[in-house]
């Protein structure tokens, strides 16, 4: 049974794995489509209690197969605690804390079925490959994160002492500036906050072709991990 079960929920080289693999996919999907559903305004009594059923159908499923991936693992904490083991119970607990649980917190639980289409990565070659080369470039990733912190605070300390003086209501502290810094240097820039001075135009100026920068600069480093994920899968 042991051995039948592991073949069903952990490979993907046999026919019922293959159906079982696409069955779960689909019910994650369903389970997404229906979770949108329900935000309809003015639903009918009679589709609430459809989605609702469809909703436990999907989780009862779900805990079959958290429950069945725990009973085949070699290492049953290893695999609670990993990534897809965390997102297996996510997937599966705000159904079941809904039970019990005051009514008014029941919107944030059932935001976090969305956390159930993070288990189609575990079905998706691509995003196995997408989490390697993330795993590749982590250092540099970090680094990256850490000196765009550091532009942002940068960018704040710097439009904070042009415009102070100039816009009081927007850029009244430094914690204020945080706001224009990261719209400025993501290059969204919403257009709510901007310089009047010349100095802080000119500022913004060169603060936007850093911010270039720091869109294209992750780019490059996930696509050359993404060549070398590709490559190390190919020569194995």
């Known amino acids: 049974m042991k051995d039948y079960l592991k073949n069903l929920v952990e490979t993907n080289n046999t026919k019922q794995s293959k159906i079982f693999a696409f069955f779960i996919q689909f019910l994650i999907i369903l389970s997404v489509i229906t979770f949108s559903i329900e935000t309809l305004p003015n639903l009918k009594p009679q589709t609430r209690v459809i989605l609702n059923s469809i909703e436990t159908f999907c989780v009862i ?51 976090f079925r969305l956390f159930r289409l993070l288990k189609l990565v575990r079905y998706n070659k691509a995003m196995h490959h997408f989490g390697k080369a993330m795993i590749i470039a982590k250092e540099q990733i970090v680094l990256f994160m850490f000196i765009t912190l550091m532009l942002i605070y940068f960018a704040a300390v710097g439009i904070y002492y042009f415009e102070n003086e100039a816009q009081p209501e927007h850029f009244s502290s430094i914690f204020e500036s945080l706001w224009w810094s990261i719209v400025t240097l993501t290059t969204v820039g919403y257009g709510d906050v901007y310089p009047i001075t010349v100095g802080g135009r000119i500022f913004t100026f060169f603060i936007l072709l850093i911010g270039l920068g720091i869109v294209a600069i992750p780019t490059g480093i996930i696509s050359s991990s993404l060549t070398k994920a590709v490559d190390s899968k190919t020569e194995e």
């Open 61 to 111: 499923i779900f805990t079959f197969e958290y429950i069945a991936r725990i009973y085949v693992a070699d290492s049953k904490p290893k695999f609670i605690f990993s990534f897809f083991g965390i997102i297996d119970l996510l997937a599966i607990l705000p159904f079941y804390l809904s039970f019990g649980i005051d009514l008014r917190s029941l919107r944030l639980l059932r935001m």
